[in-house]
């Protein structure tokens, strides 16, 4: 069976391993499309060398098809068009205990800290599935996990309709928070450096803020009325972004931390206290956002066409990850495809 797999010192390349049936409760999916997205850049760099098991199959961005059905699996059947949450819980820790699962203290993130979807046939619990529509395509659908993450993170903020958002940083999270928050009905500024984002972000209809040409400040007041953003969303991952961000909301307003920062981060307290900021974390998901996030798709509020840049084999796996390096908005592989990406 074809696969592809991270060997460690930056290299992930094709292989193949053995096909194994789906164990008890597990159901086995024929996979189509793979997103790649910043978490697996950051298992190529090496990042992640202390959770993944070497060598190690990775992707958690996926859509497919049921191939086979484990010991006591029921209420699905062969061909049925599924993803997967790739969250595997514990249910017994303080977290999980208190309704927190998705965040649970032992959580295995499946595809980074156990087997993950670049590969021909794929079993996983049957639990983690979620079906999609049979009208929505399966490329599409490899867009679900991070759609769910920028539902989970505006559902998190209570933004509502009418009020002002504010999104730091103009990559695949970041236009598709903005896109779930005009969803909800409210007024969105997208502030990105890259010129190419920002161009990106505009043809989508959003409005745009270059924070080195621009006083961001002034920006945002003028365009609430001096009032501030109801919503800031820090998805830049840069420090001065996190510090810059009490400067953007508004008297009572929310701040929500959606980027990973592997370093702690100045902020400005005072601010947080004079304003009586709230300041909040938003990490993956819950069964409810996945649901939401497959609806915005098969409704077409998700611009997929737009945000799929490009679709690679299995075989070109590491041209696919230099391009997302490079700043291709989301790259997806066609595990389908054999050879050259077509």
């Known amino acids: 069976m074809r696969s592809a797999a991270y060997v460690g010192e930056g290299k992930i390349v094709p292989t193949s391993i053995e096909v194994k049936p789906p164990g008890p409760g597990e159901v086995q999916i024929a996979v189509s499309h793979v997103g790649l997205c910043g978490t697996d850049l950051h298992i190529l760099h090496g990042a992640m060398d202390t959770r993944v098991t070497f060598p190690a199959i990775i992707g958690h961005e996926m859509s497919g098809r049921v191939a086979a059905l484990g010991d006591g699996v029921t209420g699905w059947g062969v061909g049925d068009p599924v993803t997967v949450m790739p969250l595997d819980w514990c249910s017994a820790c ?155 909301a508004k008297v009572r307003g929310t701040i929500v931390v959606v980027a990973i920062h592997p370093e702690p981060r100045p902020i400005d307290l005072k601010q947080v206290f004079w304003r009586e900021l709230r300041l909040l974390g938003a990490r993956v998901y819950q069964r409810a956002d996945f649901e939401h996030a497959v609806e915005l798709l098969d409704r077409g509020v998700i611009p997929a066409d737009a945000l799929i840049t490009d679709i690679a084999a299995l075989e070109d796996i590491q041209d696919a990850f230099a391009k997302l390096s490079s700043g291709a908005m989301k790259v997806l592989v066609d595990v389908t495809l054999e050879g050259a990406p077509s």
């Open 94 to 248: 303080p977290a999980c205990e208190a309704g927190n699962q998705h965040i649970c203290q032992n959580l295995d993130f499946i595809g980074i800290d156990s087997t993950g979807a670049l590969q021909e046939r794929w079993n996983v619990p049957s639990r983690t599935l979620v079906p999609l529509p049979e009208g929505l395509r399966l490329r599409d659908a490899a867009l679900v996990e991070p759609v769910a993450v920028a539902v989970h993170d505006v559902r998190r903020s209570e933004l509502t309709a009418g009020e002002h958002a504010v999104v730091i940083g103009g990559g695949p999270i970041g236009v598709l928070i903005a896109t779930v928050a005009r969803d909800v009905g409210a007024e969105v500024l997208l502030i990105e450096v890259d010129a190419s984002r920002r161009s990106a972000a505009k043809a989508l209809g959003f409005r745009t803020l270059d924070p080195l040409a621009s006083d961001q400040v002034a920006a945002v007041e003028e365009w609430t009325s001096g009032a501030g953003a109801d919503v800031v969303f820090e998805v830049s991952g840069a420090a001065a972004a996190v510090l810059g961000t009490t400067s953007l």
